[in-house]
């Protein structure tokens, strides 16, 4: 049997050899378990401290694109950084290649898609109704989404049912409230236009005539110029974009 | 063909040995040329000690602010060159729905990459009467006495003295320990054709509160590309820091406070069952 034995201690040697004894020579690791702090941590940290930054920030876009960082700066978008939808900028400045610009409806949706999960004081859109097909850019700036967009009412409106008492053409009031710069002829409901952003959506102004036989807006409606003029904000509009927002009654 | 005992026992050893040399070599020796590399010090290094001693960051999320609208998850990505496919997320989103009758449901589509407008309600839920509905922003919590370091058998994680945890993705064996032992999810294992940084496969990866960035005093790429404000960043020593003012003037809460983890991502908008 002595064979057999010897047979057998081999084997079990040989087992514990590969099984236990390569998993009792020390690491660094291991040590760690022991207090032993590993001693190549602060290089690896290094590493990760030392990886490459992609998104730069705003402050990086200026030094070229000054004109629309002050606008974007002053607009109702200046919480939204650059990048969002130009791309990463890293890239762009350190070699120059083209920035990817995401012009998207899909883009504007991500944040103003009407949802019950957001905050309800947060401005948002029925996107199945809001301008068509057309990007959103055609009307919005995006840089200055507010701009050429009649001003909102900077007060709460609860009690409030009857802009005329403040807002009429009372010369009496000691510090009278803003006055309309625009005539009141045929605008009966003030918050059709001047509204919370909410309810801005659907309630721009209508076309009052029918558009059987006109396509083309621009005909009548010019800035400056045609039976109905339009107003100056709208300048380089073009007909394909007035029914996004303007629908005939 | 006769063979004796002895011969068949022989020739089984000499296999059995043949062969641990020829598969276990190429580990042997990496092994040992490994060993020899970490001694080298890694060059470049903004990091002083002064420095790391100086910072200990922080981070709010606003669950009363966020959008949804997913912008961190998609920088978090091209910052990191984490894998652009919805399993692999250092940073997600996460969507709460409250019924009337009480139910609570959770998700998040493509972990919030593609926003929520493509998926206006949940099956789950659909029939039912929702009472309200918010938006949770998650990430690696950064913890104090983090249990993924704790557990790390080869201790490949480990946490620097501004406070992140970060892994050693070379030295880490895959074993997904870590996965299990974190109670926030941050934690995944990288898949076979990675973009990760470090050309690593099947290694656990997860947030580093873009350590890159914060070490050369800018703010994480989600904090940088969050539109509303939902994420803040900075550094708790520092009495100017947005972060401690958020700390010192409203009411936070962290996930999972009984696990004792001391979370370092302090959330604003507290509602029962979020976790």
């Not at chain 1, 378990?33 to 998104?55: K, M, R, S, T």
């Not at chain 2, 589509?109 to 789950?124: C, E, H, L, S, V």
Request: net charge neutral; glycine share 8%.
């Amino acid at each position: 049997m002595t064979h057999l034995a010897r047979a057998g201690v081999l084997l079990v040697a040989v087992l514990f050899l590969v099984f236990v004894g390569l998993r009792m020579l020390p690491t660094s690791g291991a040590m760690s378990n022991f207090g032993f702090q590993p001693q190549d941590d602060a290089g690896n940290a290094d590493a990760w401290a030392n990886l490459p930054v992609q998104y730069a920030s705003p402050n990086i876009c200026i030094e070229c694109h000054s004109a629309n960082y002050n606008l974007w700066a002053n607009g109702n978008h200046k919480t939204v950084n650059c990048e969002n939808c130009h791309g990463p900028a890293m890239e762009h400045v350190d070699t120059g290649v083209p920035e990817n610009l995401d012009t998207s409806r899909g883009l504007c949706g991500l944040c103003h898609a009407r949802l019950i999960s957001r905050p309800n004081t947060f401005p948002q859109v029925d996107m199945e109704t809001m301008g068509g097909d057309a990007e959103c850019i055609t009307c919005h700036n995006p840089h200055d989404p507010r701009a050429g967009m009649p001003p909102q009412v900077p007060h709460t409106l609860e009690g409030r049912s009857d802009c005329d008492t403040c807002h009429g053409s009372h010369e009496t009031w000691v510090e009278p409230p803003p006055k309309p710069p625009h005539t009141l002829e045929g605008r009966s409901d003030c918050l059709s236009c001047h509204n919370t952003p909410e309810l801005r959506g659907a309630t721009l102004p209508q076309i009052p005539h029918s558009l059987e036989g006109r396509s083309v807006c621009l005909l009548c409606h010019q800035v400056g110029g045609g039976i109905k003029p339009l107003p100056a904000d709208h300048a380089g509009r073009t007909s394909a974009t007035c029914l996004n927002c303007h629908r005939s009654q | 063909m006769e063979i004796s005992r002895r011969d068949f026992i022989k020739l089984g050893s000499q296999g059995l040995l043949g062969g641990i040399i020829v598969f276990g070599s190429p580990s042997i020796v990496r092994s040992l040329a490994l060993s020899g590399k970490a001694s080298e010090p890694i060059p470049t290094a903004s990091l002083t000690e002064s420095e790391l001693d100086r910072h200990y960051w922080g981070m709010i999320c606003d669950n009363q602010k966020c959008i949804g609208c997913g912008r961190c998850v998609v920088a978090c990505k091209l910052e990191n060159k984490v894998p652009w496919e919805s399993e692999y997320n250092r940073t997600w989103v996460e969507r709460y729905v409250i019924t009337e009758d009480g139910q609570t449901f959770v998700d998040s589509p493509n972990a919030g990459r593609d926003g929520f407008t493509a998926y206006p309600i949940n099956k789950k839920y659909n029939n039912l009467d929702i009472r309200k509905s918010f938006f949770v922003p998650k990430l690696c919590n950064q913890c104090e006495n983090p249990p993924c370091v704790k557990v790390c058998p080869v201790g490949a994680t480990y946490k620097t003295k501004d406070g992140i945890s970060l892994i050693d993705q070379e030295r880490c064996i895959g074993c997904k320990y870590c996965v299990q032992a974190c109670p926030y999810g941050a934690r995944f294992v990288l898949p076979d054709f990675s973009k990760s940084q470090f050309r690593q496969v099947k290694v656990v990866d997860k947030c580093t509160w873009c350590y890159h960035r914060i070490v050369k005093g800018l703010v994480p790429a989600c904090v940088e590309a969050c539109p509303v404000g939902a994420r803040v960043f900075g550094d708790t020593h520092d009495p100017e820091s947005p972060v401690r003012k958020i700390l010192t003037e409203q009411r936070v809460y962290t996930l999972k406070p009984e696990l004792g983890t001391e979370p370092k991502v302090y959330y604003i908008g507290f509602e029962q069952g979020v976790h």
